[in-house]
């Protein structure tokens, strides 16, 4: 009896830690890397919000620059889009507020296409039918930020939008919002 009382108590008290079973980490890169797989792969959005708040605390501490503009690219899109169990934290507001401090930290360390992905993503953040001119505005600016000369050899995009995929969709969305 005291065994299944000891096991339901650590559970209860497991579930109550947001990102229970968590390896602890000094590293902001490795809290974000956590943050990515409790959120894309468990659909644990508060664990990785709360990891990803760590990571932007570990890495301004430290300075890494690169770090902080990764924990707010992917903030920006938790609170976008946070799937079924993270309805509470969609807003659209808190998630264009961390796609432009992304976008300011990537331009600052001359990241200038994840900075182009970071105020493309932001114009997602923006209602087509009201608020038109944000939307074009935010693309325009990823567009000239992804076309910017100088870029450091670190600033490298992910698979998904390599090869002029982001280009190509920024432009396309352009054209479809008349901008």
């Known amino acids: 009896m005291k065994k299944i009382i000891s ?14 079973l968590v390896p602890e980490s000094n590293s902001p890169t490795d809290k974000i890397n956590q943050a990515f ?58 998630a264009a507020g961390s796609y432009q401090r992304a976008a ?15 105020l493309w993503s932001e114009s997602g953040t923006y ?3 009201s608020e038109k001119g944000k939307i074009c505005e935010t693309l325009n ?11 450091s050899e670190a600033d490298v995009l992910a698979p998904s939008f390599s090869d002029g995929k982001l280009k190509d969709s920024i432009q396309s969305l352009i054209s479809e919002n008349n901008c």
């Open 7 to 20: 096991v339901s108590l650590l559970k209860l008290s497991l579930l109550g830690c947001a990102a229970a």
């Open 37 to 94: 797989s409790l959120f894309s792969e468990q659909n644990r959005p508060q664990a990785a919000v709360k990891l990803l708040g760590q990571a932007l605390d570990l890495s301004r501490k430290n300075g890494d620059k690169v770090a902080e503009a990764r924990a707010e690219l992917y903030l920006g899109e938790i609170f976008r889009a946070p799937g079924p169990k993270g309805e509470d934290l969609r807003n659209k507001k808190k």
């Open 104 to 118: 300011s930290l990537y331009q600052e360390i001359k990241f200038f296409k994840n900075q182009a992905l970071a």
């Open 127 to 129: 209602d087509v039918s």
């Open 141 to 151: 600016k990823s567009k000239a930020a992804y076309e910017k000369a100088g870029a």
